[in-house]
C-alpha cells in the first residue's frame, strides 16, 4: 500500500512569485527610463544608480544586521528605486537619491515590518519626503533636449507654468498656446518635469504590458484616469479661462507614472475590484481638487499617500468574495 503523504497548505502552488511579478514591472518601465536616458543623460543614469544601489543597501543592512534575515525579494527593492528616480527632478544633485531612497526603504518600509508590511508606496514617500523637506531641489527643473529637431520648452513645468499664468491673469488657454503644450506633443516627449514624466507614450507602453501579463488590473488606472477626466472636463467648461482640460491633465505631471505604477502597488491598494474602484475614484479626486485649488501644482504623491491611508478602511468594507462572511 502506497504511503499517503500529509503536508500542510498550499498543495498547489502558482510559479508567479513576488520576484517574477516586480521583474515584469521592471521591464514595463523599461521604455520611460530609457526615453529619460535619451533625454536627460549622465545625471539621470546618475540619480538611477544611487538610488536603486542604496535602496538595495539599506534594505540589506536593516534585514541582515538588524532583523537577521535575508533580504525577500531584491527585484522590489530595486523597483522602489527605479520608480524613486523617475520622480526626481533630472538634474537633482545624487544626494538627492540617496535621502529619498533612505526614507523611503528605511522609514516607509522597513519601520513597518518589510516587504507585504508597509502602508504607505515607499518610493511616493521617499519622493514626498524630499519634497517637504527640500522644496527649493525639488522643483528646480531642466529642459529636455530636442527630439528629431523638435526643441522642447525650458523652465518651469507644464502645470507650474498653468499656475503661473493664472496668477497673472492670462487664461489658461493662452498659455497652453504660448508653450506650445499641445496633447501630441506631450504624448510623446515635449514637457519637463520629473524623469519619469518626459514621454506619456511610454508609460502607456508599460500599461499595456502589464495587462498584458496580468500583472496589475485595469481597475484603479482607469478610475484614477476616468475621475480625472471627468472632474477636469465638468471645470474646464464651467470655466476653461480658469481650469484646463482633460488631455492637458492626463499628460502632464506624475498622474500616469502614478497611476500605472505606483496606486497599483499589490500592499498599499484594495484587494477587491470595488475597493479599488473606489480607491481610484479618491486619488483622481485628490489629484484634481490639489492641482485646481492646492498650494502645490501638483497632487498625484499626495493623492496617492492619502489614498494608502484609506486602503485598510476599504477592505474592511470592501472584501473580496472568497473572504466575505
Not at 538627492?96 to 508590511?117: D, N, T
Not at 488657454?173 to 507614450?201: C, K
Not at 505604477?261 to 481638487?289: C, K, Q
Amino acid at each position: 500500500m502506497a504511503k499517503l503523504t500529509v503536508s500542510l497548505s498550499p498543495h498547489f502552488q502558482n510559479p508567479v512569485t513576488t520576484r517574477v511579478l516586480m521583474n515584469d514591472v521592471l521591464i514595463a518601465l523599461a521604455p520611460a527610463v530609457l526615453v529619460s536616458l535619451l533625454f536627460y543623460g549622465w545625471n539621470f543614469f546618475m540619480l538611477l544608480m544611487v538610488s536603486v544601489a542604496t535602496c538595495i543597501a539599506c534594505e540589506f543592512v536593516i534585514e541582515n544586521y538588524l532583523l537577521g534575515k535575508d533580504i525577500p525579494s531584491i527585484s522590489a527593492t530595486c523597483l522602489t528605486g527605479v520608480l524613486l528616480a523617475l520622480n526626481l527632478p533630472p538634474a537633482a544633485p545624487w544626494w538627492v537619491a540617496f535621502l529619498g531612497s533612505i526614507a523611503a526603504i528605511g522609514i516607509a518600509k522597513m519601520c513597518f515590518g518589510g516587504l507585504g508590511q508597509n502602508i504607505f508606496n515607499p518610493a511616493i514617500f521617499g519622493r514626498v519626503f524630499l519634497l517637504v523637506s527640500f522644496p527649493a531641489v525639488m522643483t528646480t527643473w531642466a529642459a529636455p533636449a530636442g527630439w528629431l529637431g523638435v526643441d522642447a520648452f525650458s523652465g518651469a513645468t507644464p502645470l507650474a507654468a498653468i499656475n503661473e499664468g493664472l496668477r497673472q491673469g492670462m487664461p489658461a488657454s493662452q498659455i497652453i498656446a504660448d508653450n506650445n503644450l499641445s496633447g501630441w506633443h506631450m504624448l510623446f516627449a515635449r514637457a519637463g518635469g520629473s524623469a519619469g514624466e518626459i514621454s506619456a507614450l511610454a508609460l502607456i507602453l508599460g500599461f499595456v504590458y502589464l495587462l498584458v501579463k496580468k500583472v496589475i488590473r485595469p481597475h484603479i488606472p482607469l478610475a484614477i484616469l476616468g475621475t480625472v477626466v471627468v472632474l477636469t472636463s465638468i471645470f474646464s467648461l464651467i470655466n476653461p479661462d480658469q481650469f484646463t482640460g482633460p488631455l492637458f491633465n492626463l499628460f502632464t505631471g506624475g498622474l500616469l507614472l502614478g497611476a500605472i505604477f505606483m496606486a497599483t502597488d499589490y500592499v498599499t491598494s484594495p484587494m477587491a475590484p470595488l475597493g479599488m474602484i473606489i480607491y481610484g475614484v479618491l486619488i483622481g479626486l485628490l489629484t484634481v481638487l490639489i492641482r485646481y485649488f492646492g498650494s502645490y501644482p501638483e497632487g498625484v504623491s499626495f493623492a496617492i499617500l492619502l489614498g494608502n491611508m484609506a486602503t485598510p478602511l476599504i477592505n474592511k468594507y470592501c472584501k473580496p468574495r472568497r473572504f466575505a462572511a
